[in-house]
């Protein structure tokens, strides 16, 4: 059983949380299947450090060979 105790500060991002995804309810009628998928990728916390990980070997030229990759 959780026993965490409910604080202002849990209230308060609970809140927050909530009139996001009410924002992204509205807005996801009006956005196109790219823009769609491009905010999943945003959401998807393992891609997005995949992806800072590989722009921080890219800014210190740790490259792979793309004959190696293939």
């Known amino acids: 059983m959780n026993t965490a105790m409910v604080t202002k500060t849990n209230i308060k991002a609970f809140e ?3 009139n996001a995804v009410i ?3 509205t807005l996801s009628r009006l956005l196109s299947p790219a823009d769609l998928e491009t905010l999943e990728i945003f959401l998807d916390k393992k891609t997005i450090n995949l992806l800072a990980k590989s722009f921080k070997e890219a800014d210190s030229k740790k490259f792979e060979p793309i004959e190696k990759i293939i």
């Open 16 to 18: 927050e949380a909530r």
């Open 23 to 25: 924002k992204l309810e």
